[in-house]
C-alpha cells in the first residue's frame, strides 16, 4: 500500500516504489480508480467520481483519452473518443430520456456534422454548434 496523505491511497502491484500493474487508488474525496498502473499513472480501466459518475476505458496519464465510455450520475451515457479527459472527436450521446445524439464533439460539446433522434421519433441531421442545432443538411 502506497499512501500520499491527503492526496491518494494505493493498493495493488508495485514495481521499484510506484503503481505498476493492477491495483486500487482511493483519493480523498471519494473518487476511486481500479484499473492498470505504470509507474504511478492511470493505463487503462474503470475511475468512478464520488458524483456517481463512471468511466471505463484508456487513460493517458490520469485523464480519459481512447475509445471509452462514460456514463453520468444523471443516467446519460457517452461512448467512443476522448482526447485529454474530454469527449472529442466522433462519438454518441444518449440521454436519459432516450434521446440521442451522434456525431461530432469537439472539447466535449456537439459540434459540427451531427444527427439528434428525440424518443418521439423527431430527427434533425445536419450541423450543431455548443451542443445545439443550426442547420439541417441539405
Known amino acids: 500500500v502506497l499512501k500520499?496523505?491527503?492526496?491518494?491511497?494505493?493498493?495493488?502491484?508495485?514495481?521499484?516504489?510506484?503503481?505498476?500493474?493492477?491495483?486500487?487508488?482511493?483519493?480523498?474525496?471519494g473518487d476511486v480508480f481500479t484499473g492498470t498502473f505504470r509507474g504511478n499513472l492511470h493505463i487503462s480501466g474503470r475511475y468512478a467520481w464520488a458524483t456517481?459518475?463512471?468511466?471505463?476505458?484508456?487513460?493517458?496519464?490520469?485523464?480519459?483519452?481512447?475509445?471509452?465510455?462514460?456514463?453520468?450520475?444523471?443516467?446519460?451515457?457517452?461512448?467512443?473518443?476522448?482526447?485529454?479527459?474530454?469527449?472529442?472527436?466522433?462519438?454518441t450521446y444518449t440521454y436519459a430520456d432516450g434521446t440521442r445524439y451522434s456525431g461530432a464533439f469537439v472539447k466535449s460539446r456537439m459540434e459540427g456534422k451531427g444527427k439528434m433522434t428525440w424518443p418521439n421519433g423527431q430527427v434533425f441531421e445536419g450541423e450543431f454548434k455548443d451542443d445545439q442545432p443550426v442547420r439541417a443538411a441539405e
Do not use: C, L, W
Open 52 to 91: 456517481g459518475d463512471v468511466y471505463e476505458g484508456p487513460f493517458d496519464g490520469h485523464e480519459p483519452h481512447g475509445e471509452g465510455v462514460r456514463t453520468f450520475a444523471s443516467g446519460d451515457r457517452y461512448e467512443d473518443t476522448f482526447k485529454n479527459g474530454r469527449m472529442e472527436g466522433h462519438g
Open 4 to 29: 500520499m496523505k491527503g492526496i491518494y491511497d494505493i493498493e495493488g502491484e508495485f514495481k521499484n516504489g510506484a503503481a505498476h500493474g493492477q491495483a486500487v487508488k482511493r483519493y480523498p474525496n
